[in-house]
Nanobody
Framework: QVQLVESGGGLVQPGGSLRLSCAAS????????MGWYRQAPGKERELVAT???????NYADSVKGRFTIARDNAKNTVYLQMNSLKPEDTAVYYC??????????????WGTGTLVTVSS
């Protein structure tokens, strides 16, 4: 069993910053990709940013230059630093991880989401 716990969401004014964190725990041998997705009201879930275990990153065009993904492999934690936030960044942000368990099976796990609201 694997658990992803997100934190750091909240209400912020346009132009402000927030930092999201997601810690993975449980039956973990190693973690391949970790990342963040978001889902705005009435829209489909979309990729925000991902990072491989080796440090390669991928960002949605809409957040490039404003958001930065980072991870601490020793802590099984991924972060998302969000700067210059815009109202259109308002969404529930979900943590995602491709986890290799001790049986060497790869499981795609999701957190329960944390709400980010950008509004004045």
């Amino acid at each position: 069993q694997v658990q992803l716990v997100e934190s750091g969401g909240g209400l912020v004014q346009p132009g402000g910053s927030l930092r999201l964190s997601c810690a993975a725990s449980g039956n973990i041998f190693s973690i391949n990709d970790m990342g963040w997705y978001r889902q705005a009201p009435g829209k489909e879930r979309e990729l925000v940013a991902t990072m491989t275990s080796g440090g390669s990153t991928n960002y949605a065009d809409s957040v490039k230059g404003r958001f930065t993904i980072a991870r601490d492999n020793a802590k099984n934690t991924v972060y998302l630093q969000m700067n210059s936030l815009k109202p259109e960044d308002t969404a529930v942000y979900y943590c995602n991880a491709h986890i290799v368990n001790f049986l060497r099976y790869v499981m795609v796990s999701w957190g329960t989401g944390t709400l980010v609201t950008v509004s004045s």
